[in-house]
């Protein structure tokens, strides 16, 4: 059975650092995967999603990596904001379900 | 706008009172899921739907009912709800690709706002 896992579960940068977020999976047969954001008490907002075929995606200061045969995934923050401050998931999918990791928790301080 | 909208946002309710939560989108998509949400746990799929008429249980569907009569709606109903089904619910919607033809969006994953239910 799938397994997603983020580490750390929380992280607390000052503003304007560089960071990364790790993802890592157990089953390697991805389809995709997919980042998200998660503000409190809200749903989620898609930030990225790689192709099983990708290596990488980038969106604006957000850069996502994909070694789909170590069954790992990178997020990549560059100079982080307060305003980044949430909680980013990792999900993968095979099939139809999305498998989610449990979240990393971030904290950009001012 | 593009979205995913879901009704209630809150609720608060019995045990064995029936109850329905609305999802509709209005992207056109063919894939609909539900998920709950809770401390520890993370998120864990209730149960989802391919296209209209077409739907399967996910890793928790135990407790819950889903329909989709429409390509735009899917609703998930509790029918004697517990106090172990409260939880923050989310339903989430996506595009598929099409005899291999992919479009930037597909399989992107659209989530509605969330619906917190409290079941007493």
């Known amino acids: 059975k799938q397994e997603v896992t983020q580490i750390p579960a929380a992280l607390s940068v000052p503003e304007g650092e560089n960071l990364v977020l790790n993802c890592s999976f157990t089953?390697?047969?991805?389809?995709?995967l997919q980042w998200f954001r998660q503000d409190p008490g809200k749903g989620l907002t898609s930030l990225l999603l790689?192709?099983?075929?990708?290596r990488e995606q980038t969106s604006g200061r957000l850069n996502a990596s994909l070694d789909k045969s170590s069954g790992r995934s990178t997020l990549y923050i560059a100079a982080s904001q307060p305003g980044d401050s949430a909680t980013y998931l990792c999900a993968v999918k095979r099939n139809t379900p999305l498998v989610f990791g449990k979240g990393t928790r971030l904290s950009v301080i001012a | 706008e593009a979205q995913v909208t879901q009704n209630p946002r809150y609720l608060i309710t019995v045990t064995g009172k029936k109850l329905t939560v609305t999802c509709s989108q209005n992207?056109?998509?063919?894939?609909m899921s539900w998920y709950r949400q809770d401390p520890g746990l993370g998120l864990r799929q209730i149960y989802y739907s391919m296209n209209v008429e077409v739907t399967d249980k996910g890793d928790v569907p135990e407790g819950y009912k889903v329909s989709r009569k429409e390509k735009r709606n899917f609703p998930l109903i509790l029918e004697s709800p517990s106090p172990n089904q409260t939880s923050l619910y989310f339903c989430?919607?996506?595009?598929?690709?099409?005899?291999?033809?992919?479009?930037?969006?597909?399989?992107?994953?659209?989530f509605g706002p969330g619906t917190r239910l409290t079941v007493l």
């Open positions: 989430a919607s996506s595009s598929r690709s099409r005899g291999g033809l992919k479009l930037p969006d597909t399989d992107t994953q659209y």
């Open positions: 089953d390697s047969a991805i389809y995709n």
């Open positions: 790689i192709q099983s075929s990708q």
């Open positions: 992207m056109n998509h063919e894939y």
